[in-house]
Nanobody
């Protein structure tokens, strides 16, 4: 049981990246999924989440309107499309599987984490 994140890289401010997170099995279709990020010296913070069927999505205020989370249950993959990137978006991005419970925003509600992919936005 694992998650494999990819798609990070170096991009100029205003550019775009799409992150992918592939799950190892069909358990994926039963779980909500989230993206978090952690910048050097800072706490891990919530970025976006999506319900198991894709019908509900959630975003932190700083990325609302710029980032889009989506999923393809046939491919066991969740995506994070990031547009209009800013230097303050620079961080390692982690995908995670949500455990039971209502809230999507706390990292303590996630019980499986990918290895992280680094996003660097230059000014």
């Amino acid at each position: 049981v694992q998650l494999q994140a990819s798609g990070g890289g170096l991009v100029q401010a205003g550019g775009s990246l799409r992150l992918s997170c592939a799950a190892s099995g069909r358990w994926f279709v039963n779980y909500g999924m989230g993206w978090f990020r952690q910048a050097p010296g800072k706490e891990r913070e919530f970025v976006a989440a999506i319900s198991w069927n894709g019908e509900s999505t959630y975003y932190t205020d700083s990325v609302e309107g710029r980032f889009t989370i989506s999923r393809d249950n046939a491919k066991n993959t969740v995506y994070l499309l990031m547009n209009s990137l800013k230097p303050e978006d620079t961080a390692t991005y982690y995908c995670a599987r949500k455990s039971a419970g209502a809230t999507y925003f706390s990292p303590t509600r996630y019980n499986l984490w990918g290895q992280g992919t680094l996003v660097t936005v230059s000014s």
